[in-house]
């Protein structure tokens, strides 16, 4: 089995069942597999969150990387609705909720730093690039507790939106 495959039965059961419910048993059931087989990819249930959470940063950096816009808050913004279309936010809330341990999670705030900070002073309005940045984590946010809120016109609408406040003014 694939270490893909387990951290997605583990995300797949911290949605349906939460944080109390992600044990390595848990998760090894949900894959099919035993748990020395889950326990060969990932020694411990910190190491498996970690895998989680290192995933998604990997995730999000290669949307990011592949969208189109000259700037990297046009890139982001791109990142971001493509990630909620596919679905793929959902991780961020299950792996925030599923981890008490800041350990854990230095990685995940380091990148959101990271992120938050990227081509700033490159940007034509390095405030409006801040907001909508920020308005991109609502989103994310949003979407990954409520991910029929949004139809695809409403995200069509959103991104243009987005974009055009990324434009100086005139």
Request: net charge negative; proline share 4%; with cysteine.
């Amino acid at each position: 089995m694939r270490r893909d495959e387990l951290l997605d039965a583990a995300e797949d059961l911290l949605c349906d069942q939460g944080s109390a419910a992600l044990t390595l048993a848990a998760v090894a059931d949900r894959a099919g597999v035993s748990k020395g087989g889950l326990l060969y990819h990932y020694g411990s249930k910190e190491a498996l969150i970690k895998g989680m959470v290192e995933r998604l940063i990997e995730d999000f950096d290669q949307l990011v990387a592949t969208q189109p816009g000259e700037t990297y808050t046009e890139r982001y913004v791109g990142a971001t609705l493509a990630a909620v279309r596919s679905g793929r936010l959902r991780r961020w809330a299950v792996v925030t909720g599923a981890s008490g341990n800041l350990f854990l999670l230095a990685p995940l705030r380091d990148a959101m730093a990271r992120w938050h900070r990227e081509g700033l002073a490159e940007e034509p309005d390095p405030r409006a690039s801040q907001i909508v940045r920020l308005a991109c984590e609502g989103l994310w946010d949003v979407a990954s507790h409520d991910p029929e809120l949004n139809s695809e016109e409403d995200l069509q609408a959103l991104e243009a939106r987005l974009k055009t406040l990324l434009k100086p003014p005139s």
